[in-house]
């Protein structure tokens, strides 16, 4: 029976992509969406997508917490940042838009590190959006 579970756990994804491991979640106040996979493999490359809401202005500044930063490496953005720069407790990334246009972004990473990760993306200043995944070895 604990083999038929096992079994039944990892086809709906709980060891690798599949519908207990594709995850969303949003920032408080809804003006950023995280699409995610909460299980993954060491050293495997592995997709976010950040869909940002129209902000005012013609840049979206997406903010990424250092707690997120030590356990992967960036490898792609698309499309790619206007700049980036430091900030407290992370690394913010600011492209260009078009007034009232939400912002969608695919970061290619790679994980780095083992166990429980948390982490954090959000929109500038405003409260983000809490990740969790866990890395398998």
Do not use: C
Not at 1 to 26: K, Q, R
Not at 47 to 70: F, N
Not at 81 to 110: D, H, S
Not at 119 to 134: D, H, K, M, N, V
């Amino acid at each position: 029976a604990f083999l038929w579970l096992i079994a039944v756990l990892a086809l709906l994804g709980l060891f690798s992509n599949g519908l207990l491991s594709s995850a969303t979640v949003e920032s408080p106040a809804g003006d950023l969406r995280v699409t995610y996979e909460r299980f993954q493999h060491h050293g495997a490359s592995a997709e976010i997508k950040l869909e940002a809401a129209p902000q005012s202005g013609r840049q979206t500044a997406i903010r990424i917490s250092a707690q997120m930063l030590d356990a992967l490496t960036i490898e792609a953005i698309t499309p790619r940042p206007q700049a980036e720069r430091g900030v407290a407790g992370g690394v913010e990334f600011v492209f260009a838009v078009g007034p009232g246009e939400p912002l969608t972004v695919y970061m290619n990473v790679r994980l780095n590190k083992v166990g429980f990760l948390a982490g954090e993306i959000g929109i500038g200043e405003s409260r983000p959006a809490r990740l969790s995944q866990f890395i398998y070895p």
